[in-house]
């Protein structure tokens, strides 16, 4: 079939690279114009494989398709159009023009979350159900038969970048592939979209995203991840008054104890509290909420935990090695950003007019460079500039990004001739820790009855603590959000342990 692409960003690059594998002859592919010198992903691809590329910057004036704009396109013969992502107002005269009309994807169940940021919006309202629609594009917003839809659960943490990165992405484009199948098949259907259960919601932009503090906990959450990581949730808070946007927000609190510096916030319940786990935060129920990430008037981004700590410490001074993967990164920097003439210390990244896209990108480069470290999408938002970024990277490289070493209380022993060391305590959220009440009891060596050692007795509150932190290690941790391919480089970096190890005076 011939297909004409109209869209945009990585999303509208897989759709398309996945219907040419189909054997589908896309005829022509609509993008955006270049932004501050960058080309779209989609209009990058279609250009290497020789496929027609045009970037109207507009289809229309006053009402009225551009007869240009028309007269181009119907000279690419399309019998179908895919709009897999598309930001821009489509006339009806290339809407309705192929033989088999118009399919488009929307990120949300319709008819919920009509018209812009539906992902923003089914986290704000605390849908259980989310998921995606690809309908007939018709002359209304969103209002056109469904041709398919899939659903999937939302997380309680879930954000727009998890829930698109789960499901909405990957699952979306098998969608585009699936409706285009069953329309070549002749078997698409076209189901009416009810009107009971339709809402209508606007762009959400930064000006909006305020908090509002008289609302249950699981309200401010659900606004939190809502807007995160655009436009962001944002408060006044402190003494004088600062801007702060709040980002990583979970309602995982078992086991906390707000107990640590105070964060006056106007309108909340009650103020903020600064903790070692980060920010919490009350509801008008009393009940609490996390936040992991703060990001300051100036677009810094800090951990919540460190808010009150003064500034990082000094700069590394970087080793020849490391001042070679400092220009090779550099470079990286370079290439994703065309319009800064020179990257220097100062460069920010987003400033520089990069996206999310480009985090990506970014990480996926600098993780090639840099072979088995450990980086996320994360690390940039938490280092915008490039000399901060380069300190960033070469602390993990050093190993030195960790916030300090595990503190253990070890029972010291001799046995046959050699000392050992044992932890006694219980190990929870990455600390060993005594148990509720410093409760112990004796280990009993088998051989002979004798005591060992006494060891921390859990008690049901520290079952409760551990539990919650594993699951927000399950959910949250960095072992979760990374590939499959640097959790194979980490277990192979990881040293054999004792059992494995061959015994030197075995015959």
């Known amino acids: 079939m011939k297909i004409a692409v109209i869209g945009q960003s990585l999303f509208g690059q897989e759709v398309y690279c996945h219907l040419r594998k189909e054997g589908h002859e896309v005829v022509g592919v609509f993008t955006v114009p270049d932004k501050d010198g960058k080309a779209d992903p989609l209009g990058l691809e279609a250009e290497k494989d020789g496929v027609p590329v045009f970037k109207f910057s507009r289809w229309r004036a006053k009402g009225q398709a551009l007869p240009e704009v028309v007269a181009k396109y119907q000279a690419l013969g399309a019998e179908l159009n895919v709009l897999p992502f598309c930001s821009q107002f489509i006339p009806m005269?290339?809407?309705?023009?192929?033989?088999?009309?118009?399919?488009i994807y929307h990120p949300s169940?319709?008819?919920?979350?009509?018209?812009?940021?539906?992902?923003n919006w089914t986290l704000i309202h605390g849908d259980k159900k989310g998921g995606f629609s690809i309908f007939w594009a018709d002359d209304g917003l969103d209002t056109g038969d469904l041709l398919l839809q899939k659903e999937c659960e939302v997380l309680p943490d879930d954000t727009v970048s998890t829930l698109y990165n789960r499901f909405l992405f990957p699952e979306g484009i098998k969608g585009m592939v699936q409706a285009v199948r069953l329309i070549a098949e002749g078997k698409?259907?076209?189901?009416?979209?009810?009107?009971?259960?339709?809402?209508?919601?606007?762009?959400?932009?930064?000006?909006?995203?305020?908090?509002?503090?008289?609302?249950?906990?699981?309200?401010?959450h659900n606004w939190i991840r809502g807007n995160d990581k655009v436009p962001g949730a944002w408060t006044e808070a402190c003494e004088p008054l600062q801007k702060l946007t709040f980002f990583n927000s979970t309602l995982n609190t078992s086991g906390l104890v707000p107990e640590g510096d105070a964060l006056p916030i106007p309108g909340a319940h009650r103020p903020g509290v600064v903790t070692k786990a980060g920010l919490i935060l009350f509801g008008n129920d009393d009940k609490m909420l996390l936040v992991k990430n703060i990001q300051l008037e100036?677009?810094?981004?800090?951990?919540?935990s460190n808010f009150f700590k003064g500034a990082a410490s000094s700069a590394l001074e970087l080793t020849e090695a490391e001042l070679v993967t400092a220009e090779a990164v550099r470079?990286?920097?370079?290439?994703?950003?065309?319009?800064?003439l020179e990257v220097e210390d100062s460069t920010d990244f987003f400033k520089s007019g990069a996206a999310s896209v480009d985090v990506v990108r970014l990480v996926e480069e600098v993780k090639e460079l840099c072979d088995g470290l450990e980086l996320e999408n994360e690390d940039v938002y938490m280092a915008t500039t490039f000399g901060d970024f380069i300190q960033l990277l070469v602390r993990k490289l050093r190993g030195d990004d960790e916030e300090g070493e595990c503190s253990i209380d070890y029972v010291e022993m001799a046995v046959n001739k050699r000392t050992l060391h044992m932890p006694h305590q219980l190990f929870i959220g990455g600390a060993f820790v005594d148990a509720d009440g410093a409760k112990t009891y004796e280990t009993i060596n088998p051989t002979d009855g004798s005591v060992i050692c006494r060891v921390s007795l859990a008690q049901v509150t520290d079952v409760d603590k551990a539990?919650?932190?594993?699951?927000?290690?399950?959910?949250?941790?960095?072992?979760?959000?990374?590939?499959?391919?640097d959790r194979g480089r980490l277990l192979y970096r990881a040293p054999p342990s004792p059992s494995t190890r061959p015994d030197p005076t075995a015959t």
């Open 109 to 119: 169940l319709l008819p919920r979350h009509r018209g812009a940021s539906a992902i």
């Open 331 to 340: 470079s990286a920097w370079q290439r994703i950003l065309p319009n800064v």
């Open 298 to 304: 100036d677009g810094k981004m800090i951990l919540a």
């Open 188 to 220: 698409a259907p076209r189901l009416p979209q009810p009107e009971e259960g339709a809402t209508y919601e606007g762009i959400q932009k930064k000006e909006m995203a305020k908090i509002d503090w008289d609302q249950p906990a699981e309200a401010i």
């Open 467 to 485: 539990v919650a932190a594993a699951k927000d290690a399950f959910e949250n941790g960095r072992w979760g959000k990374i590939s499959a391919r």
């Open 93 to 103: 005269e290339i809407i309705n023009a192929p033989r088999h009309g118009s399919i």
